[in-house]
């Protein structure tokens, strides 16, 4: 599997962290851009890379992008044929408010909405909100993603079928 990474300047210290880690671990990894610190460049430029290439071959093919949220990156990447890309953005912030009486909360791992976006979507793109995690946190993140596979349960292979034809149309 090869890896694509691509970032603008905000995250541009998260993806140089995380493309030593990849290297040391032994993976094939390309580096799409930025190939140094620039403020002011702008990620579509980077991510668009990444994610053609993912697109061109999504099954032997994935990505990591970083930006300030990972939400423009993802939704860049989106923007091709069978890319499937998911945002990270760290912890969720959990605060007192009651309605009704109540507060409840129903997240239990924030990791849980990585490995769902493998298992059910095949995300095949990760983008992180670098402005929002550390170099540890994305680390941890970027192993469960990598070793969390798609379940390929008929509903799911159903799904991703539907969303791969929205972008056909």
């Not at 930025?34 to 032997?60: Q, R, T």
């Not at 044929?81 to 009704?100: D, L, M």
């Not at 924030?110 to 793109?125: A, C, F, P």
Request: proline share 2%; aromatic share 10%; net charge positive.
């Amino acid at each position: 599997m090869r890896i694509y990474l691509a970032t603008d300047h905000a995250g541009f210290a998260l993806k140089e962290e995380a493309k030593a880690f990849l290297l040391k671990h032994n993976y094939t990894v390309e580096d799409c851009g930025s190939s140094y610190f620039m403020p002011g460049d702008d990620y579509i430029d980077y991510v668009a890379k990444a994610a053609k290439s993912v697109s061109e071959s999504p099954d032997n093919r994935c990505a990591i992008v970083f930006g300030g949220s990972g939400q423009g990156e993802a939704m860049a990447a989106n923007k091709f044929p069978r890319v499937r890309a998911t945002v990270y953005y760290g912890e969720p912030v959990v605060k007192n408010s009651f309605w009704s009486g109540f507060l409840e909360i129903r997240i239990e791992n924030s990791l849980d909405i990585i490995k769902l976006g493998r298992e059910h979507n095949n995300s095949n793109v990760l983008s992180i909100g670098a402005r929002f995690i550390d170099k540890k946190q994305a680390i941890k993140v970027i192993e469960k993603w990598l070793n969390t596979k798609f379940s390929g349960e008929v509903r799911h292979v159903r799904r991703n079928a539907k969303l791969d034809n929205l972008i056909n149309k």
